[in-house]
């Protein structure tokens, strides 16, 4: 009896020994049952210091450095980290119709290494976050730092946890920033508690749609963008109303919004927790557009030029029965041209003869007559950066009217459209320098000065400076969208250029 227990004694110590050398959570009497599982499932092929050897090799393998390290093929890793966002509880049915229907909750944990997306279920996850009934407070906050256990998978953006533990420790730090305000670059899924600020690029409009319960709910978007990039919002139910307040080029504060997918793209959701709020402060977005120039069958690009033609907007009827609409204009920058066609409600965007327009998101298909074309569909933002036209005035009055109608009948007809009549600018108020004799014969020769914007060539050349456009005989070559200033003598509102610069 004293040499069996002296020999367990040593063997006991043994096993301690490699446990003394591990730097792990699990208590030594868990590792010590392991062990004797270990040797039972081998069937005396390794004696129990082996086993513990192996043990401790597991063990090894789960713990690691940081959330960099983890991989999909590990069988469980256990490692600390942050909470920085929590997403919200989910309700599923199983496919077992007996069983009763289970939960979930997505959260973001990071530490000095990276971030990653775990998931945790059923009572844990209620656990973390509370009941839907607000009958049980959630345990979990952001800020939190957790020890988790759990078994990595590839998701939807990469790596994520499936989680199996789960515990807070007050104690350990980690050191990671959990912001107050994001940025678009720093957007990943499943994020939520997200307060985001930006400039409004474009505004849908509110769509309706049965749900399966056979209520209605209602949905819009906005599309903003911040210096690092631009990311469509989604605004649902009482929210989506909001789109009828915003407008394009303001700055708003997205406040509580969570991250989804859609197409392989990341975009921000704002429900009923969520709020977008005007913000009286400048947000700055640069796009990176693509030379129009240079584009390719098959590209999504963004691109951004001025307008040099316009088309109505036409309507037509889809397979399904319902009602479509198009409108398509063309732009053009230094390296070319191309045609838009701008789809959906899109089709109703406020866009003129010399506006700066930017399309994001466009998709480059083959069009009419083998040339290129630019399809702006509901993926797509359409953004006027600068307004070329007139619609910047006060008031439309009819001579501004005249003068747009004559612009896009200029696009369209070229010099015809400013024949019979004199171009928009003949007239007295138009131009406001023509004088008359006792015969009504115009007083030639009188030296005036306009800046604006080319909205056609040929000659004689249209220029548009917002409210008023002059016809101007040159022989420099001018392109499309192109500002300029012209001084020369004025003679029935045509100014014959003495100088262009």
Do not use: C
């Not at 985001?196 to 906005?222: A, M, P, Q, W, Y």
């Not at 003869?353 to 040339?371: F, M, N, R």
């Not at 420099?476 to 003495?498: H, K, P, W, Y």
């Amino acid at each position: 009896m004293r040499g069996l227990a002296l020999s367990q004694r040593i063997l006991m110590g043994v096993i301690a020994d490699v446990y003394d050398d591990l730097d792990t959570d699990v208590p030594l009497e868990e590792f010590q049952e392991a062990v004797e599982d270990k040797v039972e499932q081998m069937g005396g092929l390794a004696d129990e210091e082996t086993a513990a050897m192996l043990i401790a090799h597991e063990l090894k393998d789960e713990e690691v450095n940081g959330i960099a390290d983890i991989e999909p093929g590990m069988d469980e890793v256990k490692f600390l980290g942050k909470i920085v966002s929590i997403g919200e509880l989910r309700e599923f049915e199983r496919d077992d119709e007996d069983a009763e229907d289970g939960y979930v909750v997505n959260m973001e944990v990071a530490d000095s290494t990276g971030r990653i997306r775990i998931s945790m279920w059923d009572q844990q996850a209620i656990s973390a976050v509370g009941d839907p009934e607000g009958e049980q407070y959630g345990q979990l906050d952001v800020g939190d730092v957790l020890r988790i256990a759990g078994r990595p998978k590839d998701g939807y953006n990469g790596v994520e946890v499936s989680v199996d533990k789960a515990e807070p420790d007050a104690e350990a730090e980690v050191d990671v920033e959990v912001l107050d305000v994001y940025r678009v670059e720093d957007l990943t899924l499943g994020l939520s508690d997200v307060n985001l600020k930006g400039k409004i690029l474009d505004v849908g409009t509110v769509r309706t749609f049965d749900r399966d319960d056979g209520s209605e709910g209602r949905v819009s978007n906005i599309a903003v963008g911040d210096p690092t990039g631009r990311i469509r919002v989604t605004m649902w139910d009482e929210k989506a109303d909001r789109v009828e307040d915003l407008q394009s080029g303001t700055s708003v504060e997205i406040v509580d919004g969570y991250v989804k997918e859609r197409d392989g793209s990341l975009e921000l959701h704002v429900g009923s927790r969520g709020a977008i709020e005007p913000l009286d402060e400048d947000i700055e977005y640069v796009p990176e557009t693509t030379d129009i120039g240079g584009v390719e069958i098959g590209q999504t690009v963004d691109i951004a030029g001025a307008v040099i033609e316009t088309d109505e907007k036409r309507t037509f009827d889809r397979d399904d029965g319902s009602q479509g609409q198009v409108r398509n204009i063309r732009l053009k920058d230094e390296s070319g041209d191309i045609r838009v066609a701008l789809w959906g409600d899109k089709a109703d965007k406020e866009i003129d003869l010399a506006d700066q327009v930017l399309v994001t998101d466009a998709e480059i298909q083959d069009g009419w007559q083998d040339d290129l074309e630019a399809s702006g569909g509901w993926q797509s933002t359409v953004s006027v950066l600068e307004s070329g036209g007139g619609g910047d005035s006060p008031a439309d009055t009819p001579t501004q009217t005249t003068e747009r109608e004559a612009e896009a009948a200029a696009a369209a007809g070229g010099l015809s459209a400013f024949e019979d009549g004199g171009s928009a600018g003949d007239t007295e108020s138009a131009t406001g320098s023509e004088s008359t004799d006792d015969s009504g014969a115009t007083d030639p020769g009188e030296v005036v000065e306009f800046t604006g914007t080319v909205v056609q060539t040929g000659n004689p050349v249209v220029l548009d400076n917002g409210s008023e456009t002059r016809s101007v005989e040159t022989n420099d070559n001018l392109r499309l969208g192109e500002e300029v200033t012209v001084r020369g003598s004025e003679t029935d509102g045509t100014i014959d250029a003495d100088e262009l610069f």
